[in-house]
C-alpha cells in the first residue's frame, strides 16, 4: 500500500520570507498524482496545487511550487512570499491510478509578522 | 504502528437505502473527522468529534448523522442515499488532548471507505 510521509509536524516562517515543507511517498507505481491541500481553521481542503507523475517539469501556481523527484519520491511545496493568510495545516496527498488516495498526517505552518 | 481503521473498504448501496461507515481511530487519540472525496473532486470536510463531543462541522447533509462512542470509534450513518453520495469517504483521528480539540494538530487518515450508490 502506499503511504506518504510528512515529516515535519510544525513548521514556522517569518513574513515574506520563503518555507519548504517535505514529503515523501511510498509507491510501485509510475502512474499517478501528488496533491497538496490548504487546511485553514474552517476544516475546508482547499487544493494548493497538484502533479501528474508523468510531468517532469515542476508544478508552479503563484507563490506556490513544488520540487517533484520521482526517483526519490519526494514532492515538496515551497512557498514564497509567505503571507498571514498562508497559516494554516498542509497535507500532502497521494492519487494512485485507480483512485485510491493516501494522505499525510498534516504540516502546521505559523506565519510569524 | 497501529493505523486507523475504516470498514467496510468498499459499500455498494441502492438509491434510498441506507448505510453506516465505521472509523477506529488510532489508540488514545481523542478526536475523529470525517471527510467525503467525490470522484475528481477535492475532499470536502463533513464533522468532526472530540472526546465524544460534535466539535466541527461542516458541508455535512442533513441525512447524514455520526457520532462517536465512549471507545472514540465513530460512525457516519447516511439516510435516504443519493447518486451523488458515491464517494470516498475518510475518516482521519488526531491526538488534541487539553487544547480542547481546536488546536491543529496532525490528522492520521485511514484507507477510506469506497460508497458506491447505484
Known amino acids: 500500500a502506499q503511504t506518504v510521509t510528512q515529516s515535519q509536524p510544525e513548521m514556522s516562517v517569518q513574513e515574506a520570507e520563503t518555507v519548504t515543507l517535505s514529503c515523501t511517498y511510498d509507491?510501485?507505481?509510475?502512474?499517478?498524482?501528488l496533491f497538496w491541500y490548504k487546511q485553514p481553521p474552517s476544516r475546508q481542503m482547499i487544493l494548493v496545487i497538484r502533479?501528474?507523475?508523468?510531468?517532469?517539469q515542476n508544478a508552479t501556481e503563484n507563490r506556490f511550487s513544488v520540487n517533484f523527484q520521482k526517483a526519490a519520491k519526494s514532492f515538496s511545496l515551497k512557498i514564497s512570499d509567505s503571507q498571514l493568510g498562508d497559516a494554516a495545516m498542509y497535507f500532502c496527498?497521494?492519487?494512485?491510478?485507480?483512485?485510491?488516495?493516501?494522505f499525510g498526517a498534516g504540516t502546521r505552518l505559523t506565519v510569524k509578522p | 504502528a497501529a493505523g486507523v481503521i475504516q470498514s467496510p473498504r468498499h459499500l455498494i448501496k441502492e438509491k434510498r437505502e441506507t448505510a453506516t461507515l465505521k472509523c477506529y481511530p488510532i489508540?488514545?487519540?481523542?478526536?475523529v473527522y470525517w471527510y467525503q472525496q467525490g470522484p475528481g473532486q477535492d475532499p470536502q470536510f463533513l464533522i468532526s468529534?472530540?472526546?465524544?463531543?460534535?466539535?466541527d462541522k461542516g458541508s455535512i447533509p442533513d441525512r447524514f448523522s455520526a457520532q462517536q462512542f465512549s471507545d472514540y470509534h465513530s460512525e457516519l450513518n447516511m439516510s435516504s442515499l443519493e447518486l451523488g453520495d458515491s464517494a470516498l469517504y475518510f475518516c482521519?483521528?488526531?491526538?488534541?488532548?487539553?487544547?480542547?480539540?481546536?488546536?491543529?494538530?496532525?490528522?492520521?487518515f485511514g484507507p477510506g471507505t469506497r460508497l458506491t450508490v447505484l
Open positions: 482521519a483521528s488526531s491526538l488534541e488532548g487539553l487544547a480542547g480539540g481546536s488546536s491543529y494538530n496532525e490528522q492520521f
Open positions: 509507491t510501485s507505481e509510475s502512474d499517478y498524482y
Open positions: 502533479q501528474e507523475a508523468y510531468k517532469q
Open positions: 496527498a497521494y492519487r494512485s491510478a485507480n483512485n485510491d488516495m493516501r
Open positions: 489508540p488514545r487519540h481523542d478526536t
Open positions: 468529534f472530540y472526546e465524544k463531543m460534535q466539535s
